[in-house]
Every structure is written in structure tokens, then in C-alpha cells.
T-cell receptor, first 112, second 111 residues
Framework: DGGITQSPKYLFRKEGQNVTLSCEQN?????MYWYRQDPGQGLRLIYY???????QKGDIAEGYSVSREKKESFPLTVTSAQKNPTAFYLC???????????FGDGTRLSIL | EDKVVQSPLSLVVHEGDTVTLNCSYE??????LLWYKQEKKAPTFLFML????IEKKSGRLSSILDKKELFSILNITATQTGDSAIYLC???????????FGKGTLLTVNP
């Protein structure tokens, strides 16, 4: 079953805690992206990676970190420095040749 | 700064109505414009537009791009309650050909 798997679906963070959101894909896509979606705000780019072992900051990278050690995986860590982490987080991948991005089902993060 | 503006931000219609959603953009190095439908979870891809004046159609949905006036419209005819969703417009461009999203249009179709 091909696609993008995000886990967990729901996550709660305590004050001062780092949490990691998982994104795994078996589409063999090189590029992977993390977006944050807030009500009425659309999607905003956090980080992206176009190749293994390389990634770039997006528009709202402060308080977040990523790694890209394997082509299939692009985990996002929400650090304690992110003061307003409550949001819906979406992971996307993109194939070569200008293909449209495809999205996972998202992780909803809330503060306890 | 790259910008994508969608209008209206929300819209309520009755089943059977026809709706037109708007998307205007200011993006350097424009490459393509995409429409997505988002119900509860993952946005699902609808259309990718790269050329002006060529209508893309899928069932009751259609879309067209005007690269001179920098906008696109998404039409939905004979709306159904299953069309209720957020419709997202995004443009590929900028220095790294990233996607810039609009805020979305929340469409509610009442029976």
C-alpha cells in the first residue's frame, strides 16, 4: 500500500517538552516537506528536504528541527522553544519533474 | 514576498448551486498553480495549471488560469453536500520553486 504515513494522529505536549512527529513514505520521492496549518491561516512551510542528508528552513522554522537520514523518513521535532505549537502538522512528498505534492493525513498537536 | 490570496474565505450554498472560487497570486518565477480539496485530513490534489486559458475539467469541477492577470478560478457545478470542504490554492515559484498556499476557501453545501 503506497503512500505517506504520519504518526501519531494526535499528540499532546507538556510544558518544556520536545516531541517528535513521524513521517514515512514508500513513494520513492526525493523531496519531503513539513507544513503547519492553523485555522484561517492556510499551510505554512516549516522545513523541507530535497535529498537525503540535506534540508532547508522554510518560512516558520523557529522552534522546530528535522533530520533526513533516510530517503523514506523525515521526522519533525517540535522543541520547547516553540511557544505556540498547537496546530495541525502535515507532511508532504514530491516526485521529480514538477509533480504535485501529496500529503499525509496529518498529526494534530495540542498542549496539555 | 510571494503571496496567494483566495476569496471568498467562506461560502455557504444549497445543493445544486454553482460556485466559483477565486485565487490571485504574486509570485516570482511562477511555474504552476495547484488546487487541493481538504476535508478532515490530507489535502487531496485536484488540478495543476501551467498554461493560460486552458480549462482543466474533472466531472463537475473545472479550473482555468490567467497568467496575464495572475489569477485562477475553480468552478463547481451542481454542488453536492460531499463538496463541503476547504479548497486550497497554491503556487509553485520563488527562488526555490516552493509551494506558497493561500488561506483556503471553506465551502459548505447545505441539503
Amino acid at each position: 500500500d503506497g503512500g505517506i504515513t504520519q504518526s501519531p494522529k494526535y499528540l499532546f505536549r507538556k510544558e518544556g517538552q520536545n516531541v517528535t512527529l513521524s513521517c514515512e513514505q514508500n513513494l520513492n520521492h526525493d523531496a519531503m516537506y513539513w507544513y503547519r496549518q492553523d485555522p484561517g491561516q492556510g499551510l505554512r512551510l516549516i522545513y523541507y528536504s530535497q535529498i537525503v542528508n540535506d534540508f532547508q528552513k522554510g518560512d516558520i522554522a523557529e522552534g522546530y528541527s528535522v533530520s533526513r537520514e533516510k530517503k523514506e523518513s523525515f521526522p519533525l521535532t517540535v522543541t520547547s522553544a516553540q511557544k505556540n505549537p498547537t496546530a495541525f502538522y502535515l507532511c508532504a512528498t514530491e516526485g521529480q519533474g514538477g509533480q504535485p505534492q501529496h500529503f499525509g493525513d496529518g498529526t494534530r498537536l495540542s498542549i496539555l | 514576498e510571494d503571496k496567494v490570496v483566495q476569496s471568498p474565505l467562506s461560502l455557504v450554498v444549497h445543493e445544486g448551486d454553482t460556485v466559483t472560487l477565486n485565487c490571485s497570486y504574486e509570485v516570482t518565477n511562477f511555474r504552476s498553480l495547484l488546487w487541493y480539496k481538504q476535508e478532515k485530513k490530507a489535502p487531496t490534489f485536484l488540478f495543476m495549471l501551467t498554461s493560460s486559458g486552458i480549462e482543466k475539467k474533472s466531472g463537475r469541477l473545472s479550473s482555468i488560469l490567467d497568467k496575464k492577470e495572475l489569477f485562477s478560478i475553480l468552478n463547481i457545478t451542481a454542488t453536492q453536500t460531499g463538496d463541503s470542504a476547504i479548497y486550497l490554492c497554491a503556487v509553485v515559484g520563488g527562488s526555490n520553486y516552493k509551494l506558497t498556499f493561500g488561506k483556503g476557501t471553506l465551502l459548505t453545501v447545505n441539503p
